[in-house]
């Protein structure tokens, strides 16, 4: 129930912490540069608004109710929800300023991935999303967060559009720290530095003609080094509102307004990398394009759109929700909910063994468990995942370009633990391996004593004119009743409460839950979850398999080091079977019935979710680990409708997802499918050639199968006795070898009747050829093989179609084709994939389960299982629902 705790970020922004409240002992204050965002003239000149009269006393006897907010300046110091801004001490400031501002370095990864993009000819690039004239739009476009105290509709020094930034109300509060946490972009999570490719002499060509140079670079990103590139911090992805604090505009957020720890529920990071943020393919299809073709104005582009594949792969993911696996790739497509960060500190603990064989006390952090070598080790593997140590990691990821299979990231190596001349092998290589690392370890314990700061967001805060609870049920026994429920059907696995000794019946179980919810002690400090790994298929919870089976963390993997061996060592689920209604999807393609895969699920790891947290679960519906259970916060245009990030408008979300969790019959059916007719390379050219080479592997063996077809044809209607059917055979067979070459050069032909004239042409000079060589001597032979021409001529007219749709330059996806169809095939797969494809396209049921059984996750329905619940009654149900709002 609820959504879970785990994974987060495009860039992979999975933060996963958990952390004891290790306080100021662990790190020393944060760093603070002179020469850091902020430092110049214009920003100390500010006049800052007078400060208001905080509390005397401690930090802990501060009650931020006791503030005008109204009257606090806009500074990041009134950062922080329920008040925390008043009571971090400096080593928890470090941790923040870490979490929301540092990228690790991770922009070298990003230029590197820019550049590999133009060697694909893709472009990926920042500066269009980074469009100062579109900050009034980036929220409902893509969810994205505007930094406070920035104006829109600027240029910077250089040319681009950029938002410029103010400068801080109190500037000591801004923190500075310009190797790691570089300059603000306008978009907080998003954050610029110097390009040290950029030379002196590229800084004095791109200012003697600023507006060509802008030009040059966005039309060729990966070919033009840019004077500043871009890194992504944790903020990006986990930075959304504060649910008791919203702003007025979800445009213009105040730092009061914001908060870190729920994960940004409306962030639409599909879009932001492959459609409206343009951060991706951004060059494609000019709005205006000029004679050449090109527009005036280079940021003109609507980037890629419906009719590439890569588009519909980003479009149809959930708000809300990251693919951590968008680099370190699994071939599983498994977008998950952005990581809630509650009473960390708290979180149940684990005996586990790395691989290095260290026995330890761990938590389980991502969503299948499979972080399980400590926190700090979680800590340290996350900046990572978003790019840092860029140039090692990028070596070990998987090569669309080669097809150079992931190998794992090695801790050992990244902190140089190994043999001298390795050492050196690696400096060599990677001139700055260890820096980023070396940072992390010094500041991860100042983020876990941050994230440990976190507690929930209780409803019953938002009080009436006369003080009582707004929101919540005012009927002590409905309440009282929902906590009974609740200690029926969830406690069992949703709370780090349990037992202390073994409770061998139901009975005993169900008094001593009942008896623990009673108790005011309960909520607090509980995550609502035990955090034990589940199979995903065990009765009444069976959800969607694809994140539990993610690849990452097995032996051989990107993420080995960071997973235990206990971890590794979680029995196989084994056979396995997968029934998709695509039936109910589209009955004309599909049939009447549903599709059932058989599957053997692999292990070393794999199809286990550990139990998602229910805390402040009013603020963060859809549900489960997907977001697919409940509406999504979109308006009837598409967008996202400010009203859900009210509170009134979360309640509505949550109310929906829950009617939908508990009455599984009401929902939807929910498998991802393309809205328009699209092609692999749209938006992608040098990946045409890599398509057209497998299309033409097709192609010779289509025509290969012709030259078959009307050699079978020919020997079965011979009016010869039958012991010279063989010889014919075999002599029409070598003829039909003669011709393989031939018919590729048919195939390079550019349409059809060519193709067909060439390979009509080609059989019939062959064959006069072959019968002249070896059957001049055989009259009755040579008769029957001239018949095999005009045979041929009939059965390639017949297979035209088929011929035809070899000739296209791209493969067509069509319009409700289920995506993950295709993204969840292993590359190694896809040969096999693109001929069935072209070989099935007028039987869509036969390929469809021809791309099932090839499938690495052949699960299709987003938002299936999870029945817990359903069978309560009609006033249960509501009772509950209420209980859950005071969590």
Partial sequence: MGRAILTSATAGCVLLVAALGLGGRLAGPAARADDGPGAGKAAREDAAPARPQEPRGGPHDFDPRRVDRAKLPDSFKYYGPNGLWARWDSTQKLGRDTWIFSTYGNQKFYRILGRFGGSLGLSIDFYRLLDSRRRGERFKEIGLINEPNFQGGTQDEWGFYVDKWLGDPIPEEYPRDPRWYGEPTGIIGLRMFPNPAFTPEMARAWKADPAGSVRRY?????????????????????????????????????????????????????????????????????????????????????????????????????????????????????????????????????????????????????????????????????????????????????????????KPFSIREVKLEVPEARRKELRAKYPEIGEAWKENERRAPAVASYLASYTPYHLADIRDDQGRPRHISRDADQLRRGALVFADQCARCHSNKQPFYPLTSEDDRRRFFRELVTLDQFPVGNTFSDDVRYPFNEPGLGINAARAMATNAVDGDIWADFSSTDYKALPALRFLTFENPLNKLDPARYGNSPMVTEFVAPGGGRGYYRTAALNSMWTSAPFLHNNSVGKQPLGPDGELDPRYITVEGRLELFESAMDELLNPEKRPLFIKVTSADSTLTAGMPALKEQVASIVRDLAREKLSEVIRRAVGEVVAAADVPAELKPTLAIALQDLADRLAPELEKAYGKKTLEEVKQKAVESVREKADAFVAEKLGDRPALRELVGKFKPKFEQVLSAEAADLKDLLEPDVVIPKGTPLNLLLNLHSSKFPYALKAIVKLKHDHRALAEALLRLSECPDLVENRGHTYGSELSSQEKRDLIEYLKTL
């Fill in 218 to 406: 966005l039309e060729a990103p990966g070919k033009v080094e840019p004077p500043r590139v871009v890194g992504i911090t944790c903020a990006l992805c986990h930075i959304a509102f504060d649910p008791l604090n919203p702003p007025k505009d979800p445009a213009s957020p105040r730092w009061e307004n914001l908060a870190a720890n729920l994960g940004n529920q409306y962030l639409r990071e599909g879009d932001l990398f492959f459609g409206k943020g343009r951060v991706a393919g951004g060059g494609a299809n000019p709005r205006h394009p000029g004679p050449d073709g090109r527009p005036d104005d280079p940021y003109d582009t609507e980037g890629l759109k419906a009719d590439s594949f890569l588009y519909q792969y980003g479009h149809t993911q959930q708000p809300g929700t990251s693919e951590t696996s968008r680099f370190s790739y699994d071939f599983i497509n498994n977008p998950n909910t952005i990581n809630q960060i509650f009473y960390i500190g708290n979180r149940a603990p684990f005996h586990e063994t790395t691989r290095d064989g260290v026995k330890l006390i761990t938590n389980h952090i991502l969503k299948d468990g499979a972080d399980s070598i400590g926190l700090i080790g979680a800590l340290l593997r996350v900046p990572i995942n978003i790019g840092a140590e860029g140039d090692y990691w990028a070596d070990h990821l998987w090569n669309p370009a080669t097809g150079e299979q992931q």
